[in-house]
Nanobody
Framework: QVQLVESGGGLVQAGGSLRLSCAASGSIFGINPMGWYRQAPGKQRELVATVTSDGSTNYTDSVKGRFTISRDNAKNTVYLQMNSLKPEDTAVYYC????????????????WGQGTLVTVSS
């Protein structure tokens, strides 16, 4: 089985910073890509950022220049460094990974974490 465990959420003042981590564990033979999504109260879940195994990144416009996604392939871990946080960043943040679960076949599993709450006060 494969699971993702997020950490690093919490309460922070506007303008502050927070670093989220997500570690994948289980029978993993590759992960590409990994990413972060978020869902604010009363809103639909949206993509925040993704990073491929070779380091290529993609961000939603609202976080460009403020958030940085990175990964440690040896640890099967993805990070989201969030700077200059705004109240509108308040949401539950979910880690996502497309995991290769077979060493011999093109078999992938889309895995989600349970989410970590980020609250930014004004």
């Amino acid at each position: 089985q494969v699971q993702l465990v997020e950490s690093g959420g919490g309460l922070v003042q506007a303008g502050g910073s927070l670093r989220l981590s997500c570690a994948a564990s289980g029978s993993i033979f590759g992960i590409n890509p990994m990413g972060w999504y978020r869902q604010a109260p009363g809103k639909q879940r949206e993509l925040v950022a993704t990073v491929t195994s070779d380091g290529s990144t993609n961000y939603t416009d609202s976080v460009k220049g403020r958030f940085t996604i990175s990964r440690d392939n040896a640890k099967n871990t993805v990070y989201l460094q969030m700077n200059s946080l705004k109240p509108e960043d308040t949401a539950v943040y979910y880690c996502n990974a497309n995991v290769k679960i077979s060493p011999f076949r093109r078999r992938y599993l889309d895995v989600w974490g349970q989410g970590t709450l980020v609250t930014v006060s004004s």
